[in-house]
């Protein structure tokens, strides 16, 4: 717990303890965290006087930021018009059936976060998954799900019966 | 990065630089221009620039090579894009195995690699410069000049370029009221969607009571497909900042701030990077260039909503709480951030600026419509040939950016319509086509300029579909403050999803009008305003195909699931038996090389016959 307090303590710090500037603290929880724990905004309400059910209300408002812990990879699915058109649709569904995941959660065994966004504004690229920080071009739903599939770690084949 | 630590304490040292650094750059030196803008990135366009600055090392001749990573050339359908000077030699589609010839051949030998040129689809001809490309000849490039020249963590390329010049004639010459009239002068609109004239605001908002005041640049740039502001920020940040600092110098502000989407993380870096480097000079701070003018800009990031790219709602999230818009009876530029008088402005507008200083405002006004001044950026994507940013002097027609920058709809297929505006425009068809890129010509025609996204959509897509897709999006995206936004999107998604589903009743065209126009009339916020036109105008031009799915319960696009039935061209098939194989409920049958059948009574309509078919011998009826 003083550990937590400490990193709350550091961010607060960092902007000068402006509660205009909740967001950015916040998302450098997330940063360093990997999602918003319920402690660390607790200390951040009492510590910055801002009722807790604000930092609650900014934290579900915004679709970046998550009161659950995510997986080891992270998974972008671009939903904008472009690659709706050009079947991003298709390949969410293929990754929901083969992974046992919708957009906006983690797989059960924690391996990614699947997230649908609304423009990642490479349309030239589309349909377009970013994984951990790296963009895939022109993918169908076969391709992006053996991308996906690919992030297993290659010792562990039974998980990879389970699934399929 | 920067050799000499400057920091410049006047107007007068900025020219003396820059001038430095150009009598500086040997004319002799062979340059190779790597384009790193997410498009490019994405191809791997990094490796390529790290194997050419590896064969610059391992180059032993006495020649004096350059690499350098410069922002997006927007055409982005065929990178990644690498420029070799002398003779700017553009080459696309680069990949690793190329750059060994590319640097032994043009860098070294002074030959162009036909190869790798653009060829032209129709002509077949080869084109060795930018300007020779129909996509690059048709296009004004005056705020994405900069773009594939300037590296965009490099300050010193933005100066050498005349970069601060115009900072630099303001700060020496020109008293605020002289840099509002020539804004005004200019005619510049506001290019987030709004079309406000920005010489107007920065006058109310200069005139207005109250203290500090705050200059805001909107980068959430929300509508899906569209990126140009991205690219703007990812590739020429100085042009923004210099344009801001221009605003607060004329409005009388010391502090700024940059909403940046969540999803654009380069931008962020670019931004960062270009603001650091800007305080170190002495080009933000306190009494900047010696002046007793002060400014600084943050930067922030967004959570992810679409509603923060209203103005209201992004102030609301700058301070830090849920970004909910508010009735605009109250102007931002009295009362807006922290309930100070506040300028915001779209990043493309910002970067407009330095040029208006710099050229004048008669230069600017002297290009574009009567209304409509200047050029506009587009992300021209969707069913199109050339997917990439174009920058097209107002008053182009749709047919000509489509046509002949944009190549003509993709696969040969048929045009049906361009949607721009984004969520809250609307459908254009192709008897629109000749319609002017102009705020009122678009506005008349049921759907606005926006931001800049132009998609295009081809036969194959239905616009009933189309329509739900974006009244999906926004009813997501509702913030849910108001009533008629909140509701009324749900109540028509629900009807939507119902026609598309082969369950719509008559009348529904009728109902979703009704409420279309409640929204209107109620809605608490331009996006709520507008969030009904993608469903209008659609219902505008393309009415028969409501009433198909109404009233015969048939597709006519052949998108809608259900509204469509699979069979086997008889002429066509072989008889291979693949689709027999794939189909999952055994609804086809045929004997070996005779034309198969489906059963129509037991076919699911999954499609699968119809994806494997390898004589495209399945028809969607």
């Given amino acids: 717990m003083a550990k937590e307090n400490e990193l709350v303590e550091q961010i607060i710090d960092r902007y000068a303890a402006d509660t205009g500037m909740l967001i950015p603290m916040m998302q450098d929880i997330q940063a360093e965290c990997g999602y918003l724990p319920a402690d660390q905004l607790r200390s951040l309400a009492s510590r910055l006087d801002v009722p807790l059910s604000r930092i609650y209300a900014v934290a579900t408002f915004y679709t970046s930021f998550r009161l659950a812990p995510k997986g080891l990879h992270d998974v972008t699915l671009c939903m904008g018009t472009v690659c709706y058109l050009k079947g991003a649709p298709k390949i969410c569904e293929a990754i929901s059936k083969e992974f046992r995941v919708e957009p906006g959660g983690t797989t059960r065994d924690r391996l990614f976060s699947l997230q649908a966004v609304n423009c990642v504004g490479a349309c030239a690229l589309a349909p377009v998954m970013i994984v951990d920080e790296k963009y895939y071009d022109g993918v169908t739903p076969e391709s992006a799900v053996e991308v996906l599939r690919s992030l297993r770690p290659a010792e562990e084949p039974e998980t990879k019966e389970s699934a399929s | 990065m920067i050799e000499t630590p400057v920091r410049f304490k006047s107007t007068a040292d900025i020219e003396t630089f820059s001038r430095s650094l150009r009598d500086r750059t040997d004319s002799t030196t062979k340059l190779v221009r790597v384009c790193i803008g997410t498009g490019c990135a994405a191809k791997g366009s990094r490796r390529l620039y790290e194997l050419f600055c590896e064969a ?139 079309g406000f004239p920005t010489g107007r605001k920065w006058r ?226 192709s008897e629109h086509l000749d319609a002017r890129v102009d705020f009122d010509e678009l506005t008349k025609l049921g759907s606005m300029m926006g931001s800049g996204g132009m998609i295009v959509m081809d036969e194959d897509t239905c616009m009933v579909r189309v329509a739900r897709y974006f009244t999906e999006f926004l009813q997501k995206e509702s913030c849910g403050k108001c009533t008629p936004c909140r509701e009324g999107l749900s109540q028509m998604l629900y009807i939507l999803d119902r026609i598309t589903d082969g369950e719509g009743q008559v009348g529904d065209v009728e109902r979703l009008e009704s409420l279309a126009k409640l929204l209107e009339s109620t809605a608490l916020c331009a996006l709520g305003k507008t969030a009904a036109n993608p469903v209008i105008s659609t219902i505008r031009y ?46 086809i049958s045929g004997e070996n090389k005779v034309p198969h059948t489906i059963d129509q009574e037991k076919c699911t309509l999954c499609g699968a016959c119809w994806e494997k078919c390898p004589f495209t011998a399945v028809l969607k009826v």
Avoid at chain 2, 239 to 265: F, T
Wanted: aromatic share 8%; charged share 25%.
């Fill in chain 2, 542 to 587: 393309f009415r028969d195909e409501y009433d198909a799915h109404i009233l015969e319960r048939h597709c006519p696009a052949k998108e809608c699931r259900g509204l469509f039935r699979y069979e086997i061209d008889a002429d066509a098939c072989k008889g291979c038996g693949i689709c027999l194989k794939n189909c999952p409920v055994g609804a």
């Fill in chain 2, 56 to 194: 610059v090392k391992q180059s032993d001749l006495d020649v004096r090579v350059e690499a350098k990573c410069v922002g997006c050339h927007g055409f982005c359908e065929r990178g990644p894009i690498v420029v070799v000077e002398p003779g700017e030699i553009l080459y696309q589609r680069v990949e690793e195995p190329d750059v060994a010839e590319i640097f032994r051949e043009t860098v070294l030998g002074g030959r162009v690699v036909q190869r790798l040129l653009y060829e032209d689809p129709d002509t077949g001809k080869r084109a060795e410069k930018a300007d020779e490309i129909p996509f690059y000849n048709v296009q004004k490039r005056i705020v994405l000049g900069g773009n594939g020249r300037y590296n965009p963590t490099k300050i010193t390329d933005y100066i050498t370029e005349g970069g601060y010049s115009a900072l630099a004639k303001v700060l020496s010459s020109m008293l605020p009221e002289d840099v509002i009239s020539e804004v005004e002068l200019s005619e510049l609109r506001g290019r987030g969607g709004g």
């Fill in chain 2, 204 to 429: 109310s908002c200069r005139a207005a009571k109250g203290f500090p005041k705050y200059v805001i640049c909107n980068g959430d740039e929300g509508d899906p497909g569209a990126f140009m502001d991205r690219s703007i920020m990812e590739g020429n940040p100085h042009s923004v900042i210099e344009g801001m600092l221009i605003g607060a110098y004329a409005i009388g502000s010391e502090q700024g701030y940059i909403y940046v989407r969540n999803e654009y993380p380069l931008a962020v870096e670019h931004l960062r990077m270009a603001i650091s480097q800007a305080q170190e000079m002495g080009l933000l701070g306190r009494n900047i260039l010696g002046s007793s003018f002060s400014f600084d800009i943050k930067i922030n990031r967004g959570g992810g909503a679409f509603v923060c790219g209203e103005s209201t709602a992004l102030m609301a999230s700058l301070e830090g709480r849920t970004g909910e818009p508010r009735a605009k009876y109250i102007h931002t530029v009295e009362s807006g951030f922290r309930g100070k008088p506040t300028n915001l402005n779209n990043v493309e507008t910002w970067a407009n600026v330095p040029h208006i200083i710099n050229k004048g405002g008669e230069w600017f006004a002297g290009i574009g419509t009567e209304k409509s001044k200047g050029t506009k950026v587009f992300s021209l994507v969707g069913k199109v040939v050339n997917t990439g940013l174009v920058e097209v002097p107002m008053g182009i027609t749709l047919r000509q950016v489509i046509d002949e920058i944009g190549g003509g709809v993709r696969d040969g297929k048929g045009f049906k319509a361009v949607q721009t505006g984004g969520p809250s425009g609307g459908c254009i068809p």
